[in-house]
Each structure stands twice: as C-alpha cells, then as structure tokens.
C-alpha cells in the first residue's frame, strides 16, 4: 500500500517550500538532526537507548541512457535526487525528476527511475530511523518503597507510594503492575489493595524456591525508601462486576488479585464468597484483612484437610449462573478449567502466574514482516521472536518473557502464530489477531505483525 502526503511545516506561502515534511506510510520524516551512514545502506540500529532522528543514506547513480532494475525495499524511503534528469516509476506511476525532485517510495512498491539526460542521475536515498518509529510510549512511574510488610510465610507485601505532590493512576480489581527492579529485572505483580486508593498500590511477593532472580531481590535487598520505577497498571483479569453472584478461588500468593476482587465487590455491596487454599496457615497471606472484609469465606488448608481441595465438589455446589475466578499454581487452575468446561459453567476466568507451555525459542526458521516499517527479520532457530525484534533494535514493550502478563501482545496483520502464551483469552487466539511475542512463534513461513 502506497502512502504519501506531503505538507508544508509553515502555513506562511513564502517559507512552505522550504519547509515540507513528508509522511510515507503515515510517518512524518521531520527535518534532520542527525545522519547514521552505513556502506552497505540501510542498517537496523542496535543501540536499544537510541530513539534520536537519524537518518540512513546511501548513494544511488544511473548512467546515461542507463535504468535502474525495478526494485522493492521493505522499508519506507525517499530519493532525493542530486543532479541529473530522468524518470522514476513507482508501482504504474511515471514522473519526471530533475535535480532538487524527492520521490518518496512506500514499503513493498516497485520503483525504478531512467536516465533521460547525457550526464549521471544521482540520487541520495533516505531511510527512515528504526527506533524513533517503534519508540513505545512512557509508561513507566516512578515509586516510592513506602512499607514492606511480612504478610506470611515466604509472602511480603510491598506498599508503593508515587512521588510527593502526584498520585498514580487509577486501576481496576484484578490489575498487576511491572516492577523495574534495580537488578535489571522486570517482573509483574498483581495488585491487591483496594482500587479506590489513588495514593498507593501493594503487591504481595512470595519469595519461590525457583526463583529467576525477581522475588528473591525483594525479599533480600529490596527496602524501604528505595525508588524504583513501576509500570502503570494493566489488566488481563477484569472483573464483571454486576454478577448475580461471584465466586472467588485462590491458592497461595494467587490470593492478591482475588483479595482486590474482593474488596471492590464487598465495596459494591455484591454477593460474593471466597475459597481460600494454602498448604498450611502459616503460607495464608492477608488472613485479617479477609476477615475484616466480611463476606463468606472458605479456607482449605492441605496439612490440616490432608489433601487437595476437591474443586469438583466445590464447584459443583455453587449456583450455576455464578462468575467465577480464580488464581493460584497451576495444578490447580488446571483443574478448575476442566471442572469448569464438563460443569458446563458459563463464566469461568483465571489468570496464572506460571507460563503453562515450553519456552518460546523457535525450533525452525521464520521471516517476520514489520508493517510499520517494512523491516523484514528472520527468527532463527534457538531464539524467540522477542529476542529477535530487541536484537534489531525494535523497542516491544515486554515484562515476564514468559507469556503470563501480557506485556507484549502485538497485533497479528497476517500468518498463524503458534500460540504458547497462559494470558490471551481463547477468543484472541482462534482469532490470530494478536500474539504474544515473548514465547509465541509461527506455524507457517512467515508473520506480519503491526510494529
Ligand atoms: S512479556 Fe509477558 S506475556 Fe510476553
């Protein structure tokens, strides 16, 4: 698709020639301020702090009476033509240059030009920046370590608090945020206070045995009055909050997103119970603040019980119409999935911790098109798609690298991704419009993915 404007930066008649910026596929080429040069022509710049406004050139020359082989660049670019005189076809368009003409070229569109002079036509070709086109938004907060808080065994809580004089966003029951550790580690955590506080958020952390390096950081070195910067809040467990009745399900530390759910519904006047399961009384976190909240509450603990919830029994005991959620490890959400798919119930939602399926590294080869910026990448076996998009230089926001919080969904333009993320919901992913690209990779050749 070919999409080229052209305006002029001033409205005054006298400086507009002078002053033209043009948009290919959407995107302004504003004036330089800096060139990044490169022999071989366009090269992906891989300093991933770069997000500056440089330019790759390159020289282009077509002899007299001499044409240049139509050619399709996957990247947007222009031609800003040096001296000479000729033509350029693009797609069945022709138009004569002449020293001073700029023929912009879309991604994917066949272009040559032809030499009509006796002297060389030549031709500086401009391409476009990679990483200010693919500069996410700011969405990062900057935090205060207000409290942290042993909530029971192996479990914290953390209290952030935003800068004096601000607040932080608002945020839904069921949201998480990202937490940019000073170790260089992001990891993700559900909030669990309540979502009418605008001056604070908590997360509670359960320092695990396997841990990759995150809850053990804020559990050993993380302390009060430390500084840390923390996403804005995002959710992929929203809650429906007109429910004739709710039934909420958690295991473990899995109880801070159920604990906010809870809240905002008793805030609500909602009908609404708990299930509450822990290995033991000492692992049950936030055990007074669930009692303060007032509504049913069923605990189950493995040592005292001596065995597992029986969710079946459970589940099947609860009216039918009810909404249904649940957190916890993965055994356990497993089974509340199937018991919820042969119970027949019509609003069952869960959200995991852990990825459910193997790592995301590709065990064949792939292309991947960039339809923002006509880049075309190969994914190599032994990487994942993420590594290979950060490796080039394109900026995907990205959290868990395990495809459970959803940081990195991109939208699918074209081609089957093979989805091994635990957070799209199955609606997402029969419809192939968006993938994970932490650990998802790709069923057929090829993918185009909107970046
Ligand atoms: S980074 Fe978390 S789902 Fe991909």
Request: hydrophobic content about 35%; overall charge negative; aromatic content about 6%.
């Amino acid at each position: 698709m070919n999409s080229i404007r052209r305006e002029p930066l001033s409205s005054d008649p006298a400086t507009a020639k002078a002053s033209v910026t043009w948009h290919v596929d959407e995107v302004p080429w504003v004036p330089l301020t800096g060139v990044f040069v490169d022999k071989s022509g366009y090269k992906p710049l891989t300093d991933t702090t770069y997000t500056g406004n440089a330019y790759s050139l390159e020289l282009a020359s077509v002899g007299p009476g001499g044409s240049s082989p139509t050619h399709v660049e996957p990247h947007a670019h222009l031609f800003y033509v040096l001296s000479g005189h000729g033509e350029v076809t693009v797609g069945d368009e022709v138009t004569e240059v002449t020293a001073g003409s700029v023929s912009p070229i879309s991604a994917g569109v066949p272009h040559s030009f032809r030499n009509l002079g006796d002297s060389a036509l030549e031709m500086l070709v401009v391409y476009h920046p990679p990483l200010a086109r693919n500069k996410p938004e700011t969405t990062q907060l900057r935090a205060t370590v207000h409290a942290i808080r042993h909530e029971a065994q192996r479990v914290v809580s953390v209290e952030l608090r935003p800068q004096p004089g601000s607040t932080f966003p608002a945020f839904d029951a069921g949201a998480h945020i990202d937490l940019h550790l000073p170790n260089g580690m992001i990891r993700s955590y559900s909030l669990c206070n309540s979502s009418d506080d605008k001056d604070r958020y908590v997360i509670g952390v359960l320092n695990v045995e396997e841990s990759r390096g995150g809850s053990r950081y804020v559990h050993e070195q993380l302390r009060v009055g430390a500084q840390i910067e923390i996403s804005r809040p995002r959710s992929n467990f929203p809650l429906h909050e007109n429910a004739v009745h709710t039934v909420l399900i958690a295991g473990g530390v899995g109880i801070t997103p159920i604990l906010s759910m809870a809240r905002r519904l008793c805030a609500l006047g909602r009908s609404v119970e708990l299930l509450y399961c822990a290995r033991s009384r000492r692992e049950a976190a936030f055990v007074e603040e669930i009692e303060a909240l007032g509504h049913e509450v069923s605990w189950h603990f493995d040592d005292e019980q001596g065995e597992r919830v029986d969710l079946v029994q459970f589940l099947a005991t609860r009216r039918r119409d009810a909404h249904f959620y649940a957190c916890g490890p993965t055994p356990m959400l497993d089974d509340f999935e199937r018991h919820g798919r042969e119970l027949g119930l019509a609003h069952v939602y869960l959200e995991r911790f852990v990825a459910r399926d193997a790592p995301g590294e590709t065990t064949k080869r792939y292309r991947v098109e960039l339809s923002r910026s006509g880049r075309s990448l190969e994914v190599a076996p032994g990487k994942t798609l993420l590594q290979t998009l950060l490796d080039a230089g394109v900026q995907v926001p990205h959290s868990c690298t395990q495809g459970v919080c959803g940081a990195c969904k991109t939208r699918v333009l074209s081609g089957e991704p093979d989805h091994r993320d635990s957070v799209l919901s199955a609606s997402e992913r029969e419809s192939n419009a968006v993938m994970t690209v932490c650990v998802s990779g790709c069923k057929g050749e090829s993918l185009v993915l909107d970046l």
